[in-house]
């Protein structure tokens, strides 16, 4: 798959996305864009609707190479108003590489989220929303905690079905920063210069909520890179993620779940998630 054909992926997407959406808009019932939209939290994929909220996540991945572990605040989040938001996201990053060699830790890249919900249909339990991420190359590059600065336009949408849900987004990321050069293995050869990093993500999510305080996820999430490593270039990814969601008290969610390979192209064998979320 090359670079054109993954654009008219992400072309197809988010047409998807938008289809549908004049059929709900003109409906007449919910359109006050200052109601909120219940939807449930998700694992991976971006919510559409802005919150007001503080979450702590923790990863820890395998693959053939290393384990990782991500501990921090990935989402540090502000919505004045029900249909704009603002998110910070603080990781603290631990690789341990199979190979003889210390394991390194430390920051990894802080990113900023602005998202703005320009339809949100409370009596259809439906929200489309679009935004940007910026990420600050605060991670150490040479260390592989990080170090890219790249920007991420992306678009999400959502709607509920009773007690199911459904919810999608697509990002597209490009990295502003050059990469720096890696020195090479033997002698009389010259420093290579990587691409920089360029890739699109899709996700979505289906939620079940059995009971009131108990929901069961499960996510298809993809990831193709258009720049960048040579491994994965122009490969897609293809990750199931089943998960729980559970209610602990009022504005209280604990949710968790696996993220595991169903293609060969893959940056990891597996990926826990635990995630605290607390609404304000």
């Not at 996540?57 to 989402?75: C, I, P, Q, V, W």
């Not at 341990?96 to 920051?107: L, R, Y």
């Not at 339809?119 to 929303?129: E, S």
Request: hydrophobic letters at 40%; proline letters at 8%; zero cysteines.
């Amino acid at each position: 798959m090359g670079i054109p054909d993954v654009k008219r992926i992400v072309v197809v997407a988010l047409t998807l996305l938008v289809l549908g959406i004049p059929s709900l808009a003109f409906t007449g019932e919910g359109s006050d864009g200052a109601e909120e939209v219940s939807l449930p939290p998700t694992l991976v994929t971006e919510g559409a609707t802005p919150a007001t909220e503080l979450e702590a996540t923790f990863t820890a991945s395998e693959s053939s190479a290393e384990r990782g572990y991500t501990l921090g605040l990935s989402s540090i989040q502000y919505a004045p108003i029900p249909s704009f938001g603002l998110k910070l996201a603080i990781p603290f990053v631990v690789r341990d590489p199979k190979d003889p060699v210390p394991s390194v830790g430390g920051i990894g890249d802080v990113s900023v989220m602005a998202k703005y919900a320009p339809l949100m249909l409370p009596a259809q339990k439906f929200a489309l929303a679009t935004g940007l991420k910026l990420t600050f190359p605060t991670g150490s590059e040479r260390r592989e905690l990080g170090g890219a600065f790249a920007v991420a336009p992306f678009i999400a949408a959502g709607k509920g079905f009773g007690p199911f849900s459904l919810q999608a987004d697509v990002t597209y990321s490009w990295q502003l920063n050059q990469p720096r050069m890696i020195e090479p293995e033997e002698e009389g050869e010259d420093p290579f210069q990587p691409d920089k990093e360029e890739g699109v993500t899709a996700n979505v999510t289906g939620t079940y909520s059995p009971l009131e305080r108990l929901a069961l996820i499960l996510e298809l999430n993809g990831v193709t890179v258009t720049k960048g490593d040579e491994e994965l270039k122009d490969r897609v990814q293809l990750y199931l993620t089943p998960g729980l969601s559970v209610e602990l008290a009022k504005s209280w969610n604990l949710r968790a779940g696996a993220q595991l390979p169903v293609t060969s192209a893959r940056d990891f064998d597996y990926n826990v998630i635990v995630i605290l979320t607390k609404g304000f």
